[in-house]
């Protein structure tokens, strides 16, 4: 079993930044993608960021392009989503998931991501 674990959320005033890290735990997850996906309250949870194993490919949201960057340190089994710039509509509980290798549909989906951490509250201030 692979438990995946969220920190770094907190409180933060528009324009500043976050870091949020995704620790696995459990076994190794090579030749995992991982994804970033958020919650709003009264909302469906959304596709955020997503990174393929080698870290060679990432996929955003246009909603977070030029501002959001998601990164994987593979030894230690953690990813990591850089937030910049942020914005009260980015407001959420946000969630990292684990998607295997072969999976069917896209980075853009929760389909696919059987792996799914607990999640950490970003508020966003104005």
């Known amino acids: 079993q692979v438990q995946l674990v969220e920190s770094g959320g907190g409180l933060v005033q528009a324009g500043g930044s976050l870091r949020l890290s995704c620790a696995a735990s459990?076994?190794?997850?090579?030749?995992?993608?991982m994804g970033w996906f958020r919650q709003a309250t009264g909302n469906e949870r959304e596709f955020v960021a997503a990174l393929s194993w080698s870290g060679g490919n990432t996929y955003y949201a246009n909603s977070v392009k030029g501002r959001f960057t998601i990164s994987r340190d593979n030894a230690k089994n953690t990813v990591y989503l850089q937030m910049n710039n942020l914005k009260p509509e980015d407001t959420a509980v946000y969630y990292c998931a684990a998607r295997p290798p072969r999976s069917g549909g896209s980075y853009y989906t929760q389909t696919g991501y059987n792996y799914w951490g607990q999640g950490t509250q970003v508020t966003v201030s104005s």
């Open positions: 459990g076994r190794t997850l090579s030749g995992y993608a």
